[in-house]
């Protein structure tokens, strides 16, 4: 709840295609945040009227679920349903950003295996966890920095139009690259000693205090690009609301 609830908040407030598993938390959030209060009746009738009122669902929410079934440990079937939204629109978005062409939880899953993959403290059944929340936070930005700013994606290459030295072809590009945000691919060193222009106000000076700098310059880095949309900073931009989300 919190999560989405943050997300609407950085966006325009226009519904995205939502797509997620089965778990009913998500339905209930979705409708919450995305549908206004009935308005109650001029003229009252019999009966004892709603505790709470009827809402009504944003015409332009689009939600999808994929319901797998396992056997054995090993998926078996899977099912897609159309929670909210038309067939024929959630089809143009999905052709439009490049998704595939059903509804799927493929691109969530793998960003998250990426996260695991760079942060041992999300690994499940391992001895890597996390005692302090803190620490688990500071963790997660450092790995969204580097993913952002210091590796390169081979998806987002672009060809040169001449070679480059050594016969290079291709050039390499990291997500900030692609989104505009800087010009060439950071080193460890210049993530690490990049420092933020001064803040003013009681809450970043106590922010810095609590951190040392560090996690004031990973949050300022990957405040807008946090987590699950980040592989979708290359093709959204940090001020442009994404068309797809999928949520875990």
Known sequence: MTFL????????????????????????????????????????????????????????????????RREGGRVVEVRRQIIFGAPDTIAQILATDGCGSQINTSYVERDNLTSRQGNGRLVRKTLSHSKKLRNLQWHIEWEDAVFNFVRPHSALKLKLEAPGPYGRQWEQRTPAMAAGLTDHIWSLEELLSYRLPPQSGRESSSRRNRSGGFLATCTGLTSNNHCIWRHRLCSTGLDQRPTEVEVT
């Not at 325009?12 to 919450?32: C, N, V």
């Not at 709603?50 to 332009?60: G, L, S, T, Y």
Request: proline share 14%; glycine share 6%.
């Open 5 to 68: 609830a943050h997300f609407k908040a950085r966006t325009d407030g226009h519904a995205p295609l939502f797509t997620s598993d089965k778990l009913p938390a998500y339905l209930t959030t979705l409708t919450a945040l995305y549908s206004t209060p009935e308005p109650p009746p001029l003229k009252r009738g019999r009966g004892r009227p709603r505790q709470e009122p009827k809402r009504i669902i944003d015409p332009a929410l689009c939600y999808g679920q994929v319901d797998k």
